[in-house]
């Protein structure tokens, strides 16, 4: 039973428009949601992350939006850039040990 | 400079072989992960240790075995070697509890043949 899902495996946008990611959970428990980055052959790198007190958050080119009735979060990329390309994952926790489930990654590709 | 250190980055070993893999952490984090991803690119965690204490040990076969010398590193040993077991695997670290970034190494690259 998959508790974070990401059910767009790709994306493809022109380079300078908005790129926009989305991820569904289940699990109404989770309070902490984070988006990852990740490119070929390294680690996932962290990229902004949202609290369940928020419904946004910003961090320059990047927003996060979590809409909790419907159990779903959204990361918008504008405007977007090639070096974007990569995959993104979305996670969440919501445990004392600091767990995160994983989605299953969106290929992002930014096109010149 | 690396927060999160593993080795070695790729390895190829034969079926049946024990091996290990290494992570060190410079972050001053307590607690220390051990996330695998397999072929179908899922990223599902394996360990917890908060220091140098197991507290998630998730359904992983016995012959995986975690140990933590001390809170900045944690090490992943891996008896009889099985084609399955052929992932990568990510070391991470962070400070306990929800609402704490974790911050993965770069992935070690394990082929079993």
């Known amino acids: 039973d998959q508790q974070v899902k990401q059910n767009s495996p790709s994306l493809s946008v022109q380079e300078g428009r908005i790129s926009i990611l989305n991820c569904d959970y289940t699990?109404?428990?989770?309070?902490?949601f984070l988006w990852y980055k990740k490119y070929p052959a390294e680690g996932p790198t962290f990229l902004i992350s949202?609290?369940?007190?928020?419904d946004k958050n910003e961090d320059g080119r990047f927003t996060v939006f979590l809409n909790k009735s419907a159990k779903h979060l959204s990361l918008h990329i504008v405007p977007s850039q090639p070096g974007d390309s990569a995959v993104y994952f979305c996670?969440?926790?919501?445990?004392?040990?600091?767990?995160?489930?994983f989605g299953q990654g969106t290929t992002l590709q930014v096109k010149p | 400079d690396t927060a999160v250190s593993q080795t070695p980055k790729y390895l190829v070993t034969q079926m049946g072989n024990d091996k290990s893999i290494k992570c060190e952490q410079n972050?001053?984090?307590?607690?220390m992960y051990w996330y695998k991803q397999d072929s179908k690119k899922f990223l599902k965690i394996m360990f917890s240790?908060?220091?140098?204490?197991?507290?998630i040990n998730e359904t992983v076969p016995n012959r995986f075995s975690p140990k933590s010398p001390d809170k900045a590193h944690l090490n992943l040993h891996i008896n009889s070697l099985e084609l399955g077991d052929s992932a990568v695997y990510f070391c991470?670290?962070?400070?306990?509890?929800?609402?704490?970034?974790?911050?993965f190494g770069e992935g070690s690259w394990l082929t079993v043949v």
């Open positions: 991470a670290s962070s400070r306990r509890g929800s609402g704490n970034t974790i911050y």
């Open positions: 699990n109404s428990m989770f309070d902490y």
């Open positions: 949202i609290s369940s007190i928020k």
């Open positions: 996670a969440a926790s919501g445990e004392d040990t600091g767990k995160l489930i």
């Open positions: 972050l001053g984090h307590d607690t």
């Open positions: 240790y908060n220091n140098k204490e197991l507290i």
